[in-house]
DNA sequence: GTCTATAGTTGGATAGAC
DNA sequence: GTCTATCCAACTATAGAC
């Protein structure tokens, strides 16, 4: 309808190409399906991006760049006792309120390994999910006043693994106790692996 | 070309299916590749299954009949204090022999998640992998000799989640040490949790 | 049972009017 | 910058000859 500068149009389809992503699966994310939601006209999309990859490709940047984590801020004003229970309830909240954007990660993750077009893509979300889980970890051994006996990269490596794998399974199940229980799992056995800190 | 018996036919095809899917990935096995891969007409397709739907549930039945665990032959001709290490070697090589066979699961799995025709597949690997997993530390505790202190149910779901996510860890970024070492760490930790049986 | 031919959709991409 | 119209390729599925 109206005239729009690039920059904000080609925002405004990520967000949509986005909703329709999470709503719809990655392979019924067509370019029609895009300009229906963002209501533009198909040719506008071509106008805007080269191809289809490439919109794939903003998407998949919004979404690590936007999960800056939830989990990081709700670890931001907790008492220590409280820590790593509130952690892991942020993260249980944000996975249940929006299992379908999660499954979309994966649906991304899968194609980028299959896909020449959207190489890199898989290892650009497991970069940032690894650092996201090293500031979880700094963060919580900061409030807690501990030190890590182990690499924090090791432990990083394994909290992503083991939170990824217990949120796959619940993607499937739908069991939320289950899912609760794995990651509080997962977080005692972390929490185990530091020592009180030195007082400096 | 020549005629056979339907169910023969059906397996025929289906292997044919498996084949692509593993190659190329979910949504470029179309029935056009699986009737080329099979060197069979198009309509031949058409005639053994009602539609694809039907070629992609028989995949999938296909894979999770024949996850008959390699792990638990492995599990069965080894001395006590290897057993553990040589079913996670056992695992790990599997894996890393046919990535995409495992990719593809996923893929399936994904699918499923979206698409009605498709719907349980999801559900079906799961209660397969749990079933595996079951046997497995089964056979584990009766090789070694111990008992579990926890549920094996609840083992059986912690090293599947596990499992999972450091294959899928894997497939990204083919860390074949991290791969070793993630799930050496699991079988560990789960080992830990098995107290000495009692004599009989 | 097997094949060819084709119907009927749908999707990515582009050309050209406005 | 935006929209309509259209091209072309690929797909699922079926009809009907053999």
């Not at 209501?39 to 690590?64: N, P, S």
Request: glycine letters at 4%.
């Amino acid at each position: 309808m109206t005239r729009l500068p690039i920059d904000q149009r080609r925002r405004q389809l990520v967000r949509a190409a986005l909703v329709v992503a999470t709503r719809e699966g990655l392979d019924r994310t067509t370019m029609r399906a895009i300009a229906a939601e963002a209501d533009v006209a198909l040719g506008v999309l071509h106008y805007c991006f080269t191809d289809k990859a490439e919109i794939l490709r903003a998407v998949a940047e919004h979404i690590h760049t936007a999960g800056l984590d939830v989990a990081l801020a709700a670890a931001g004003h907790q008492p220590p006792d409280r820590l790593v229970a509130s952690v892991v309830e942020a993260y249980v909240a944000m996975v249940v309120v929006a299992p379908r954007q999660y499954q979309l990660e994966l649906e991304l993750a899968m194609a980028s390994l299959r896909d020449p077009e959207l190489a890199g893509l898989a290892a650009d979300r497991q970069t940032t999910k690894l650092a996201n889980a090293r500031s979880v970890l700094d963060a919580v051994a900061d409030g807690v006043g501990l030190v890590w006996t182990v690499p924090v990269d090791v432990l990083a490596r394994r909290l992503t693994l083991e939170t990824d794998g217990a949120v796959l399974a619940w993607l499937i199940d739908r069991d939320d106790e289950a899912l609760a229980t794995a990651l509080h799992d997962t977080a005692g056995r972390l929490r185990a692996l530091g020592r009180p800190a030195p007082r400096p």
